[in-house]
């Protein structure tokens, strides 16, 4: 009998659902310091998983949750930049 393959889980920093991580989006800030969204989810740097939904990216920035996750000042505009990404990519 095969051995079933594991699926990774992650949780996401709005709504705390835990959900399979190829559903969810990855938030990425790399080395230096600088926030995207990691569409690939390869990107090296410290990683972060939200629902590939407007709720919880609406939430993100409502509640400066990326502020919590990365301890550090995050600019709204890296919000802004977030939110238009995950638009432009629906």
């Known amino acids: 009998m095969p051995k079933q393959k594991k699926i990774p889980m992650r949780t996401c920093i709005a709504c705390r659902e835990e959900k399979p991580k190829k559903e969810m989006l990855r938030i ?4 230096s310091g600088e926030i ?3 569409f690939s989810g390869k ?3 410290r990683g972060a998983y939200i629902c590939d939904s407007e709720a919880c990216i609406k ?3 409502k ?4 502020h919590k996750t990365f301890s550090q000042e995050v600019d709204e505009s890296v919000y ?5 990404e995950f638009l ?3």
């Not at 509640?63 to 990326?66: K, S, V």
């Open 59 to 61: 939430k993100l920035r």
């Open 88 to 90: 432009r990519a629906k």
């Open 43 to 45: 990107l090296p740097g």
């Open 36 to 38: 995207s969204l990691d």
């Open 63 to 66: 509640y400066r949750l990326l």
């Open 28 to 31: 990425v800030r790399s080395a």
């Open 80 to 84: 802004q930049a977030i939110e238009e």
